[in-house]
């Protein structure tokens, strides 16, 4: 069983059926002659997000039999992804749904029609440009990480031959305005807050550099400017695609799958014929396009305004997934965890997070209209993170921990103030954050000194605590005010807020001495 087997024909598709293979319900060749001749959708990045994801999508809305054209992927960065993942298989991946009860789905996806390496050194470019020259062209999309929206000096003195993907892009907009101000809409989907305001920033330095130099005439600016023409939408995106998976590999060996082997490029992106990713997923987008859309709310997408995809971002943020992973991440390294889905079958923990979001947070929550919250902490607790084919490590969650508080607990307290809500109702996310004192000090449940993941203020917090020992109830704990009174840190004055004192007495009871972790804990969320 090949992929490649698939778009020669012939193959025995009752075979993969019997296996629970399921396979593209269209005419894949009818697809991709019709994107070859009248593309409406490239896609920036071919990592495994888009290929378990907006490229999933899009094959669910073919196999609708409501739409008929693919997506074009377009690689700036690492040009032997295409050479390597997707060419041999003829753009086809096999995406494995790894759901929590151990189980996993396999759908082959055979939305892309062509993979372009973006660069003006392959013959792909002029392929590009031709697709940008196209009036059928309705959106192109990234999946590049926020660090690819970044432009630099040096990138900008190259003129209109850069190396960087903002610049490319905005190379390839020259080329639209150019064949007469087209239509178009560029549209992040990568997991950064107002996405599509960093996409726009990246292209604008770019547009308004070539235009002070003469690069460029005037009315490129005003082109991505006007909002009839060219518009950046944003979009909330969220589903973990951990690297292949071991475990996946040896189910499709078993199953007579051949096209199971990793691939390491050389700037060491992990990827393979295969895509393998959690059950769950949200794509929520500002329907806001100047030359229509793919459908992409055939396979599952939400289209809404920019206020609503802003109020899930803060729901997801503030409330209902972030917080929760930080508060698992902090007390999972300190009782000695390396897997958060193992973290879910602790009864403390599990019972921790569950009413941290339900019972705490959820008074104040930023509810969308178009997501649940309820709904969306259930697929939470109850589906994401007990996932166990999700390699998720509290160890890599609670890095830059000093740069997530003030977001993911700072912004709850904060409107439990403006509400004028009772601070006695705070219980948990207190001890969060006195757990936070506890985790800086770098010692286990058992007193046994770990490794803190990175953090840009990590020693200068720890200097505060360094006074503080274990097993010394006595102790003078007066240097925690220099901590719970930092705004940088959690948002707001924990003291002028009312918890400073209350995060004070939870901290000496988790400096008790060994087993003062677990005991604290359970003491705290069975009282809740």
Known sequence: MKLTDIRKGGFNAAE???????????????????????????????????????????????????YDRGVIV????????????????DNLSLLVSLQS??????????????????????????????????PSLQMISFTITEKGYSYNDA?????????????????????RYKAGQLPLTVQSMDNCSHNGDKVKAGVMAYAEKWVAEGLAEQGFLAYLQDETKVTFPWSMIDKITPRPHSKVKELLAADGFEDNDYIETEKHTFTAPFVNAEEVQYLVIEDNYTNGRPPLDLGGALYTTRETVDKVETMKVTTCLNPLHTAMSIYGVMLGYTLISAEMADEDLRSFIQKIGYIEAMP?????????????????????????????????????TSQKLPIRFGETIKKYVARGLDMKNLVLIPLVLAGYARFL??????????????????????????????GKPEQDYSCL?????????????????GLGEKIEGMVKELFAGKGAVRSTLHKYVYAR
């Open 74 to 89: 377009a690689e700036t960065f690492d040009f032997e992804v295409v050479d390597k993942a997707y060419r041999p298989y």
């Open 155 to 175: 990138d900008l003195a190259r003129g209109l031959t850069p190396v960087f993907a903002m610049g490319k892009v905005c190379a390839l907009l020259l080329e």
């Open 441 to 470: 000090k770098a010692l286990d449940d058992n007193g046994e000194p770990f490794t803190p993941s990175s953090d840009p203020k990590l020693e200068e917090l720890q200097a505060i605590v360094a006074p503080l020992e274990l």
């Open 101 to 134: 009860t151990g189980t996993i789905e396999k759908k082959v996806i055979a939305s892309v029609t062509e993979s372009l390496k973006a660069d003006y050194q392959f013959d792909d470019w002029k392929r590009l440009v031709e697709i940008f020259q196209n």
């Open 481 to 497: 005010k220099s901590l719970y009174s930092r705004a940088d840190i959690f948002g707001l004055d924990l003291y002028e807020a």
């Open 364 to 400: 104040v929550v930023t509810d969308p209209g178009i997501l649940n919250p309820y709904e969306f902490i259930g697929d939470v607790i109850n589906k994401r993170l007990p996932n166990p084919f999700m390699p998720d490590a509290p160890q890599r969650i609670s890095t830059d």
């Open 16 to 66: 993969w059926e019997a296996k629970g293979y399921e396979l593209p319900k269209f005419d894949i060749e009818a697809v991709a002659k019709k994107t070859h001749d009248e593309p409406t959708w490239v896609h920036f990045g071919g990592g495994n997000i888009f290929r378990a994801f907006p490229a999933a999508m899009l094959n669910d809305a073919l196999n609708t039999g409501k």
